[in-house]
């Protein structure tokens, strides 16, 4: 195995850094409040008009044509600089995989670069108030209007995040009411601004406006908004939700930095410790080092593991149901390690944004409540130990 990367990988990697490095904003309010959206747009802007918002896509629809190796190097560069999270992962990361697969050229050449360049701005509709984990539960429908030559929309979606800040999203919609649960559902395509569509924010748990709710009533669509075929959008969304547990949405190198920002916290925590400092004399636990190094190590073996999948896909091997693994791995490192913060943090962890004493601005307590969320969203981890007793040991259901 050579671990090595090429001399044009690391010239790529040192451009990558030294762009990421001048350029980087600091101190970005959340993404997932309205003011905080519009100044993370503003980034991916800067990001597109450098032709770094999309390293891995064709240089015809925005990207630099980087292989999959490079697309790792950027995301290891983007998170080590201090990148913020992208706005735009729901569509450059989720669906734009899935229009590559299934759009026709005109789907390319309409939806792509403008995704790339967040003028478009995309969230995923698959929750509905009564299909979470049973997607093929959803209910929301649409209705075949020959004359007008499309899709007449009816039903609602919900926990769709940032719904309230973007202009489009994409999802699953009945088409056939007498079909098995698992056919005759078609992946639309929907603008936000289309007549008989509300869509209202909700307030998650940190208090962001990140959710919404999406309806329905009456909403018109042209066929040229159905993604892959007419009642076949069950394997389309497939797709789409494969990329979220895998390898897209979230690369090593966003668990690589926060391990790296872990050990930098604990060292400064300790030396506080070691002088006496008494809101930091619980880091001095040798316990709490031991789970330091844990953290660095998990991060560390997702980033390995991740190399073993990416030399597979390079070979034509697809990931397929290992994705369910790849999301149980990467959402409970990500709660290990925030949690490991929080103690080493202490009473401290309470204190956030500019309270006196707050360390980091309190983003441990903000990265540790989102981190709780990762077990549930692209799929809960109960669902994916399902999909890996079944699809990837090939257990009996019972
Ligand atoms: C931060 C965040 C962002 C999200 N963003 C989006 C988004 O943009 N768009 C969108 O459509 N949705 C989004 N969701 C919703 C998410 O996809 C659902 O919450 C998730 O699929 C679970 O569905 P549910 O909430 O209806 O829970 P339920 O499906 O009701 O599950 C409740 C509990 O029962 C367990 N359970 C259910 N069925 C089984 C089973 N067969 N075997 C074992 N255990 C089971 C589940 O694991 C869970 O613990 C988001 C959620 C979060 C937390």
Known sequence: MDLNFTEAEEAFRAEARAWLEANVPTGLPSGDTRQGFDLHVEWEKKLFEARWSVVSWPKEYGGRGASLWEWLIFEEEYYRAGGPQRVTQNGIFLLAPTIFEFGTDEQKARFLPAMAAADDLWCQGWSEPDAGSDLAGIKSRAARDDERGGWVLNGQKTWTTRGAFCNWVFGLFRTDP???????????????????????????LDGDEGFAEVFFDDVFVGDD??????????????????????LTLRSPGRFCAAADRLVDLWKRRSALAAIGDLAAVGAGDPALRDDVAQSWMEAEAYRLATLADVSGLVEGRSQGARSSLTKIFWSELDVRLHETALRLLGPTAELIDDAPGAVDGGAWMKGYEFSLSGPIYAGTNEIQRNVVAERVLGLPRK
């Not at 159905?226 to 494969?242: K, R």
């Open 225 to 246: 908004l159905v993604l892959g075929g007419v009642n076949e959008g069950w394997a389309v969304a497939m797709a789409t939700t494969s990329s979220e547990r895998g």
């Open 178 to 204: 007498d079909a098995a649960r698992h056919s005759g559902m078609t992946y639309l395509m929907v603008p936000l601004d289309a007549p008989g569509v509300t869509v209202r924010g909700v307030e998650r």
